[in-house]
């Protein structure tokens, strides 16, 4: 992963943001980087439902993941 490599060159925190959709993803990419970024996916559950309530549960459920992880 190219995370693991730039981690290996710079005292920078690296962070990942391209392809992050689910949770598992999210927790896998922090195995290796320091942060990840989550767009395109909250803003297709905005646009999907709607509903505050269920994007603030989608974003807990990345964060419930990463505090695991």
Same mark, same amino acid.
């Given at each position: 992963? !190219?995370?693991? @490599?730039?981690?290996? +060159?710079?005292?920078?925190?690296?962070?990942?943001? +391209?392809? !992050?959709?689910?949770?598992?993803?999210?927790?896998?990419?922090?195995?290796?980087?320091?942060?990840?970024? +989550?767009?395109?996916? !909250?803003? @297709? @559950?905005?646009?999907?439902?709607?509903?505050?309530?269920?994007?603030?549960?989608? +974003?807990?459920?990345? @964060?419930?993941?990463?505090?695991?992880?």
């Amino acid at each position: 992963m !190219i995370a693991k @490599r730039l981690k290996d +060159v710079t005292d920078l925190p690296v962070l990942v943001g +391209v392809g !992050i959709s689910t949770p598992e993803q999210a927790a896998e990419v922090c195995e290796v980087a320091d942060g990840v970024v +989550v767009g395109s996916a !909250i803003v @297709r @559950r905005v646009l999907e439902t709607g509903s505050p309530e269920s994007v603030a549960d989608f +974003v807990g459920s990345f @964060r419930d993941a990463l505090d695991k992880g």
